[in-house]
Structure formats: C-alpha cells, structure tokens
C-alpha cells in the first residue's frame, strides 16, 4: 500500500532521515520506534508532505506521492496526526470534526466516519460544544485522531500518540487503534514506549540517527535480546 | 448647544461610523487570517469607487445598482491580488513582517500612479445618483438618504458576514485557517484557496463601501489615504483581527468624530478619533475587542 524507497530528508543541510526504505501493507499496524532524534517524526512528516524528500521515492497505492502538495496527499487518503496535534484551539470540538469531513462537504452522508469516532471515544461526543483547547491531553489526541478519521483515511499516522497523557488513556488509544484497523484502515505509528506499541503491531521498524537500524515482526522484535536491553529496559 | 443639534450630529456620526466599520471590516479580516496588513487597503476602496463612477458615467447605472457588480469586480481583483502579489511575499525566507509591509506598501503607490496616469487627478463625481441629495426627516432628524442606505447596506453585509463566517463550511475553514494556516492541509484544505477567499471577502467588503460612497464623495486617485488611516485606526481600536471589533470601532470612530466636530473647530474633527485612539493603545494595547 505505501512504500518508502531509500528516502533521504533534510533541514538545512543536516540529514534527519538517510535512505529510510519501509512498506506497509494494506491492513498492517507497523510501528516506527527508536530514541529522541533517531527520524521518526521526519519519516512520517515526508509520507505526509509536511517536508520534502531529498532523494528517494514515496508511493501510495502504486502512485507516486513525493513532492505533492500536503492537502492533496491528505485528499489521497493518508491522514497524519502530528505529535503537537495542531487542533483548531478555539474551535469547538464539534467544528474541529466537522472540519475534518470538509473534503465531503455537499455529501449527504458526510459525517459517517463519526459513528465510529464516538464508538472510540465516547466522551468525545459528550464535550462536542467545547472549545477543543478545554480538553485535556489525551481527549485532545482522541480529537485529533477523529478529526483524521473524519478524512476518510485509508492510511493512519500516528506520531507520538501516547506523549502528555496519564496512561490509563493511552490504552484507551491504543485499544482504539486496533479498532481502527478493524474498521479497514492502515495505520502507522510513531512511538517512544515500544513495549505497549509491540503488542498491538504487526511489524516493527527500528530507527536510529536516520536509518534503519532493524525491521521485523512485532513479535521477533519484542524478543530481540539487543532490543530487550536497549529499548525495553529488560 | 441644543439638544436637537447633539442628535442631529450622534445621529450623522452613527451612520458614518457604520460605513467605517464597513470599510475597515476588510482589512480586520485579512490581518486575522494571515497577520498581513494590507497598506493598498485605501487604495482598494479609491478603485472601487472609479468603478462606480466608470459604471454610471459609461452605462449610466446608477451606483446603488452598481453596488452588486462592484463588490464581485472587487472580490475578483483582491483575489486576484493575493494569487499574483501577496503569495509570493509570504515566501520571504527572512524579514517577512517588512516584506509584506513594502509589497502592499508598494503595491498602493503603484495603483495610485496608476489611477492618475489613467483616470486623471480630476475630481469626478456622481452628479445624478438617485438618492445623492435627498434627506429624510426622521422625528426631527434629518439624515442624508446616501448615507442611511450605507449605513443599512453596511449592517447587511456584517449580518451576512458574520453567517457566512459561523454558518458555512467555507466560514468554517476560514476560521480554521485563522486558527492554524499550517494545519489546515491535516484536513484536505488548501491554505492558498483560503487565503484568496480571504482577499476576495475582504475586497468585496470594501467594494460595497466605495460604490455607496461614489454617491456623495468625490473620486480621485488619493481618496483612499485619508479613509485608509481611520480604516487602520478603526481596526487597531476594535482589535486587531476582530471582525465584529471593526464593526464595533467603525462605529466608535463615527460618534467621536460627530462629537468632536461639536466641541471643536471641523478643521480638528479628526482630533478627537487620534486621541482616543491612542487612549485604547496605551490603555488596552491589543483593542477594544481583540484576544490576541
């Protein structure tokens, strides 16, 4: 469904990524993990057209999306939900939604993605008149991801779900990623605390200073003795 | 001093200052949606009322009529303006803030020369509008029909504003656009298309008012200067960005100049709109109604 080829993304000169290549297939909850700096986060903003790659090749569903536009790749079907969220603060929750099913305006059944939305989080649909900066954290990721989820995605990025949110929450986020997957879609996660993330992933990616380090299993992964000792603190 | 005087004046000054909101509305709305300030602001009116002029001089429609075709030529040209001149100076890699200020900067002086190489520095006028030069008495006050019917236009228009902004899925993503110009693409939008919109709403807006004023102003390339500092004043006293704070300024700004025309000289009428101007800066810097 994606596929990453040997892309290399820069800031100013200085290489975040060095030809990172991954494949995602339709279906898949993969994981990208590795410490502060490693590119995570610039692998998923080139995917999503936030930057440009320097060199390499992005492709979704056979055709080629590096180098588009971010509102057309959003249009495509990849919905990215950024690690600072970027909600429309003083908007309500409600406009925040809506707004993410603008794409569908003039469509009778527009808003049908929000069935699914509240079945994940219902509180959600208990606070639709508030302004979406009253949430707390993890309601305000539980905002952003339907806000995605209102694009229709087909591909779900997820950077950094779990960060600034009491953990009795980030299972509930990481329940409703399963759930999402369920409901057909892709998705892609970003995360710091691989061990909960490898127990809902299919496959894993291990990124360190910008490049692949391993790739395999969820499973596989989690019985690593090297990724036991460096990343799971076992 | 009589108290019908006082009336007669607030009343003057109302309407006036409905006409300011309505000028200055424009502008609010394109400093908050992409913290630019557009310095051609003045000259955007100067243009819409030669086509006023154009249109009743040429096809003799009268200006009331004209006002429609105005605002849409308007709403065409402000986002003309942004796609061709505007975007590219938001590219600026450094000193944005002093890029933007010199492209609109520019940009005014350049339809100025424009004007008076093309239209001449001749005052034009609309001599036979339908309603230049009636008045209407309303329980003793004497109001010009010009002047109410802009003062009536300009609440329709901030009604339909204000729908359009809050009701509407474009409203919407204008708001969102406000909120976030870097977010927007999260959901599909295209910042670009918005910030056009943007221009055009806010050309439109000034539009209406320069196709009402051709009925009792006179028309020349450098009308817009003194129109455009009240405009700038009107936005920084209802807070910048704020749309219904222009509306709400423009208004203020029309009483204080009514006011002080009583008490003071009509040479120093403005006086009275500069001092509480900067009253409210020192006072409440970011405007009456702003939330910066």
């Known amino acids: 469904m994606l596929s990453v080829h040997e892309v290399t993304t820069a800031y100013q000169g200085l290489v975040a990524i ?7 297939a339709k279906g898949e909850i993969v994981l990208v993990a590795g410490a502060n700096g490693a590119g995570k986060s610039t692998l998923v903003k080139t995917i999503a057209g936030a930057e440009r790659p320097r060199s390499g090749t ?6 080629r999306i590096d180098g588009m536009a971010q509102h057309l790749i959003t249009a495509r079907g990849i919905a990215y939900v950024p690690e600072n969220r970027r909600l429309f603060p003083r908007l309500s929750v409600e406009d925040n939604l809506r707004l993410g ?14 069935e699914l939305v509240f079945r994940l989080f219902p509180r959600l649909q208990e606070r639709l008149e508030q302004r979406a900066e009253t949430l707390s954290g993890g309601e305000q990721q539980m905002l952003a991801i339907g ?3 209102m694009t229709r995605p087909r591909l779900l990025m997820l950077d950094e779900p779990s960060q600034g949110i009491m953990p009795k929450l980030v299972d509930e986020i990481f ?5 999402i997957r369920d409901a057909g879609m892709t998705v892609l996660i970003v995360e710091q605390r691989m061990a909960e993330c490898l127990d809902i992933a299919d496959r894993a990616y291990i990124l360190q200073t910008g490049r692949v380090l391993m790739q395999g299993k969820a499973s596989d992964i989690k019985g690593n003795p090297d990724v036991r000792k460096a990343y799971l603190g076992l | 001093m009589t108290t019908a005087t006082i009336i007669q004046s607030l009343a003057s000054g109302l309407l006036m200052g409905l006409l300011y909101g309505l000028i200055a509305v424009g502008l609010a709305l394109i400093f908050g949606l992409m913290d630019v300030t557009n310095f051609a602001h003045g000259e955007f009116l100067m243009l819409a009322m030669y086509i006023s002029f154009f249109l009743f001089a040429f096809f003799a429609i009268d200006p009331l009529l004209a006002a429609p075709l105005v605002a ?36 005014a002086i350049l339809m100025r020369g424009l004007a008076q190489y093309f239209f001449t520095p001749d005052y034009r006028s609309i001599t036979q509008s339908w309603l230049g030069g009636k008045t209407i008495s309303l329980g003793g006050v004497f109001l010009p029909v010009p002047q109410l019917v802009g003062a009536l236009v300009s609440i329709a228009a901030f009604g339909a504003l204000y729908f359009f902004i809050k009701k509407t899925d474009f409203g919407r993503a ?36 320069g196709a009402i004023m051709a009925m009792f102003f006179y028309i020349y390339p450098d009308v817009g200067a003194s129109f455009a500092l009240i405009a700038y004043v009107t936005v920084a006293l209802g807070g910048f960005g704020s749309v219904f704070g222009a509306f709400a300024g423009g208004i203020i700004v029309g009483l204080v100049e009514a006011s002080t025309a009583l008490l003071l000289p009509p040479s120093l009428k403005s006086v009275g709109i500069y001092a509480v101007y900067l ?3 020192f006072i409440r810097p970011r405007g009456l109604f702003g939330s910066i």
């Open chain 2, 174 to 209: 204008l708001e969102a656009t406000r909120e976030d110009a870097g977010a927007v693409a999260l959901v599909g939008i295209d910042k670009n298309k918005v910030f056009a919109l943007g221009w055009g709403l806010g050309g439109a807006l000034v539009g209406l008012a």
């Open chain 1, 175 to 179: 329940q409703a990623v399963l759930t």
């Open chain 1, 18 to 24: 060095s030809s990172v290549t991954i494949e995602i």
């Open chain 1, 147 to 149: 806000r995605a989820l």
């Open chain 2, 72 to 107: 849409a030529a308007m709403f065409v040209f402000g986002a003309v303006i942004y796609l061709v001149v505007v975007r590219f100076a938001m590219r600026a890699k450094t000193n944005i803030g002093m890029v933007q200020i010199f492209t609109t900067f520019g940009l």
């Open chain 1, 101 to 114: 099913s603008y794409m569908y305006r003039g469509e009778a059944d527009r808003d049908h993605p929000l």
């Open chain 2, 279 to 281: 009253l409210v800066v």
């Open chain 1, 58 to 63: 992005v492709t979704f569903d056979g055709q």
